[in-house]
């Protein structure tokens, strides 16, 4: 008489009951965190001009303020002022490029510039490695508020927030 197929069913059986090994995932956003030090939260919303420039390519995989990582292909940038989690449309000013990033860092740390872009969406807006900078405009379309709402900006009324790349 063959033995009983007991063992393959009950090793099945534990690996069943055994749960997945949970893996370290980033921490939530920050919307409410403090601006750049030396500098206050702007939540007007308002267009702004400046310069912008982008992250280097040290900073991959990084944390950034709102505690993600810096994925050089995502359309992340950091704001000095800018609540974290804003939504915003920036616009070289020299080609008409634009591309709308979320707001997840801070910097530049850099007088005169106003946002650095991730390498994607620099290359979006025709921001070359040999240009290093480009005049833009950043009009925020959402801003996160203290009590978790978001705020229409500037940039809201051109339609973008459903159109993220034109």
């Known amino acids: 008489m063959p033995a009983p197929r007991i063992l393959p069913l009950s090793i099945l059986l534990l690996a069943a009951a055994v749960p997945p090994p949970v893996l370290a995932a980033d921490p939530p956003p920050r919307p409410n965190a403090k601006a750049a030090s030396g500098h206050a939260l702007d939540r007007s ?4 001009v400046g310069k912008a420039s982008f992250y280097a390519d040290k900073f991959a995989g990084r ?3 709102d505690g993600t990582r810096m994925d050089p292909r995502d359309d992340n940038a950091a704001s000095k002022t800018l609540p974290l989690g804003t939504k915003a449309r920036v616009t070289n000013l020299e080609t008409g490029q634009s591309a ?6 801070r910097g530049p740390y850099v ?3 106003i946002v650095d872009l991730s390498p994607a969406t620099a290359e979006k807006i025709g921001l070359s490695r040999e240009e290093g900078l480009a005049r833009v405009e950043v009009a925020p379309i959402a801003v ?3 009590d978790g ?5 500037a940039g809201a009324d051109t339609g973008v927030a459903a159109n993220a790349d034109r």
């Not at 709308?100 to 860092?105: E, P």
């Not at 709402?149 to 900006?153: D, Q």
């Open 45 to 48: 919303g308002q267009r702004r």
């Open 111 to 113: 007088d005169g510039r």
């Open 100 to 105: 709308v990033v979320t707001i997840q860092d």
């Open 149 to 153: 709402s978001m705020k229409p900006g």
């Open 144 to 146: 996160p508020l203290p």
């Open 63 to 65: 944390k950034m303020a």
